[in-house]
C-alpha cells in the first residue's frame, strides 16, 4: 500500500517561503520513478485545486496562481518530491497535499500566510 506522508508546512509572513517535502514509502524505486507526482491545496470552503505537478521525465506544470513563485522537484532515489514555495501570498494559505500518480494521497500540511 502506498503511503504518503507530506512535512515542512508552518506559519509564515507574507512574502516569506516555506519548502514542502513528500516522502513515499509502500513502493519500489522503479514504481515510484515511473510515475507523476503532484501537489494539490484545499482552502476552506474550497475545491482542491492543482499546484504543481511533475512526471517521470521531468516536466513540470503548474496552476496558474503559483506560476513563477513556486517549483516541483523530485528525488526518485529518495522517492521524495518537494515544492518550494516563493513569495508566499495570504491566498496561498491552504492545506497542501502530495499526490502519487493521482491516485494516492497524503494526509495533508497545512501552511498558512498571515502577518
Known amino acids: 500500500q502506498v503511503q504518503l506522508v507530506e512535512s515542512g508546512g508552518g506559519l509564515v509572513q507574507p512574502g516569506g517561503s516555506l519548502r514542502l517535502s513528500c516522502a513515499a514509502s509502500g513502493i519500489s524505486t522503479i514504481i515510484f520513478s515511473i510515475r507523476t507526482m503532484g501537489w494539490y491545496r484545499q482552502a476552506p470552503g474550497k475545491e482542491r485545486e492543482l499546484v504543481a505537478r511533475?512526471?517521470?521525465?521531468?516536466?513540470?506544470n503548474y496552476g496558474d496562481s503559483v506560476k513563477g513563485r513556486f517549483t516541483i522537484s523530485r528525488d526518485n532515489v529518495k522517492k521524495a518530491v518537494y515544492l518550494q514555495m516563493n513569495s508566499l501570498k495570504p491566498e496561498d494559505t491552504a492545506v497542501y497535499y502530495c499526490?502519487?500518480?493521482?491516485?494516492?494521497w497524503g494526509q495533508g500540511t497545512q501552511v498558512t500566510v498571515s502577518s
Open positions: 511533475i512526471t517521470t521525465g521531468g516536466n513540470t
Open positions: 499526490g502519487f500518480a493521482d491516485t494516492y
